[in-house]
Nanobody, 125 residues
Framework: QLPFVESGGGLVQPGGSLRLSCAAS????????IGWFRQAPGKDREGVLC????????NYADSVKGRFTISRANAKNTVYLEMSSLTPEDTGVYYC??????????????????WGLGTQVTVAS
């Protein structure tokens, strides 16, 4: 199985909310930096938010500021992405990625070691 599995995507009305989950399999993610990324149809994948092992958060997308929140629940071995006030521009496949222990959040996607398969988020009326 993959080290990270995303879930929680689906179809939501504009203005609605969703909570995405990134769960680790077979190991603890406490010491990993975990980033959320998304790819809209026809566009490049972009960084959204990242949380490192100390709980420090980095925002990579101004468009989600104030609407999206990243958090970790170590007891559940899970990182969450809470999304609110969703718009059609938020539509895309959302991925979580892990940066191995000893490394922190990075703006460069190629530096992340592990990726999930993604979960589809569709915002439409």
């Amino acid at each position: 199985q993959l080290p990270f599995v995303e879930s929680g995507g689906g179809l939501v009305q504009p203005g609605g909310s969703l909570r995405l989950s990134c769960a680790a399999s077979g190991f603890t993610l406490d010491y990993y930096a975990i980033g959320w990324f998304r790819q809209a149809p026809g566009k490049d994948r972009e960084g959204v938010l990242c949380i490192d092992s100390s709980g420090s958060i980095t925002n990579y997308a101004d468009s989600v500021k104030g609407r999206f929140t990243i958090s970790r629940a170590n007891a559940k071995n899970t990182v969450y992405l809470e999304m609110s006030s969703l718009t059609p521009e938020d539509t895309g496949v959302y991925y979580c990625a892990g940066h191995r222990p000893g490394y922190y959040c990075s703006a460069f996607q190629t530096e992340y070691d592990y990726w999930g398969l993604g979960t589809q988020v569709t915002v439409a009326s």
